[in-house]
């Protein structure tokens, strides 16, 4: 069952949530499984999701407080230029 969070965002972004189907590395999803003790793929990705956003957001107001780089969840590093 997603969060009461990421159904909000979801219901933002596209009005509802959406069916899609998804190729998931099944040794990432057990892994999430035992340390989160989600019962289901849909409560894991849901919790993925609104934690990347959470992430995002938050460097997003950093970048902005600073103007220093961000390291990124994907091994690069973004700059705020200030423009």
Same mark, same amino acid.
């Given at each position: 069952?997603?969060?009461?969070?990421?159904?909000?965002?979801?219901?933002?972004?596209?009005?509802?949530?959406?069916?899609?189907? *998804?190729? *998931?590395?099944?040794?990432?999803?057990?892994?999430?499984?035992?340390?989160?003790?989600?019962?289901?793929?849909?409560?894991?990705?849901?919790?993925?999701?609104?934690?990347?956003?959470?992430? /995002?957001?938050?460097?997003? *107001?950093?970048?902005?407080?600073?103007?220093?780089?961000?390291?990124?969840?994907?091994?690069?590093? /973004?700059?705020?230029?200030?423009?």
């Amino acid at each position: 069952m997603p969060t009461e969070s990421a159904r909000k965002y979801a219901k933002m972004v596209y009005g509802e949530s959406m069916r899609t189907n *998804i190729d *998931i590395d099944e040794r990432l999803v057990r892994k999430a499984r035992k340390l989160t003790r989600l019962k289901s793929k849909r409560q894991i990705v849901d919790k993925a999701l609104e934690l990347l956003v959470r992430s /995002e957001s938050r460097k997003g *107001i950093l970048r902005a407080a600073s103007g220093k780089a961000i390291p990124s969840p994907c091994g690069e590093t /973004e700059f705020d230029l200030g423009g």
